[in-house]
């Protein structure tokens, strides 16, 4: 079944705990993405990927660091989460930069 | 830069009514435009696009029309039902920046 997975699904931690959101597709897709929803505030882009070892900033990339080693993970490291990345994360992939994009089920986080 | 601007929710609406979500974006050069539905614990999926001017996407009976002289992307369906109770966001993609801008959402729920 063609899908994108993210873990966890859900994560409380500290303030100042290093973790990484895992995202891994198995559609071949070139093109992944990070996102973040906030009420109100819709989905916001934190980082993207074009391919393997490319990436970019999107609208909202601080405190984040994103890598992709390889086609099919483009995890989300957060090195020192703060409160204010207590959110809801998506990871997504399509096959080019502006073709329909496949979404993971979420991931919620939430930062003490 | 580039932004979209999406009609506030939530809105409520009977079994049955007719239904509009107003989108409006700007955008350097001919972005392409989605509408994406995320049900309720769900990560967002598409619902339909349009990739020029004129074009209409339509999916489910859903549907929106490409308007290039009002850069807009209203969705709208004749006849909604409970099941199409979801979040509703409006998402160009902008191939000068290689990123989806995605509005605020617009919460609908349809009552029988």
């Known amino acids: 079944e063609a899908q994108v997975t993210q873990n966890p699904r859900y994560l409380i931690t500290v303030t100042g705990k290093k973790l990484t959101v895992t995202c891994s597709q198995n559609?071949?897709?070139?093109?992944m993405s990070w996102y973040r929803q906030d009420p109100g505030l819709g989905l916001r882009q934190i980082y993207y990927s074009m391919n393997v070892e490319v990436t970019d900033k999107g609208d909202v990339p601080e405190g984040y660091k994103v890598s992709r080693k390889e086609k099919r993970n483009f995890p989300l490291i957060l090195e020192s989460p703060s409160p204010n990345q207590t959110s809801l994360y998506f990871c997504?992939?399509?096959f080019g930069t502006g073709g329909e994009q496949f979404f993971g089920p979420g991931t919620r986080l939430t930062v003490l | 830069g580039d932004s979209v601007t999406q009609m506030e929710g939530p809105v409520t609406l009977s079994e049955e009514a007719f239904l509009t979500i107003n989108c409006t974006y700007t955008?350097?050069?001919?972005?392409?435009l989605f509408w994406y539905v995320q049900y309720p614990g769900e990560g967002l999926q598409l619902l339909l696009k349009a990739t020029k001017a004129d074009d209409k996407g339509s999916n489910k009976g859903f549907e929106a029309t490409y308007r290039k002289e009002t850069t807009s992307f209203h969705l709208e369906k004749g006849s909604v039902q409970v099941s199409d109770s979801a979040v509703y966001f409006c998402?160009?993609?902008?191939?000068?920046?290689?990123?989806?801008?995605f509005g605020t959402g617009t919460s609908l729920t349809v009552i029988p």
């Open positions: 955008a350097t050069g001919y972005p392409s």
């Open positions: 997504a992939s399509s």
């Open positions: 559609m071949n897709h070139e093109y």
């Open positions: 998402a160009p993609y902008s191939n000068t920046g290689n990123q989806f801008y």
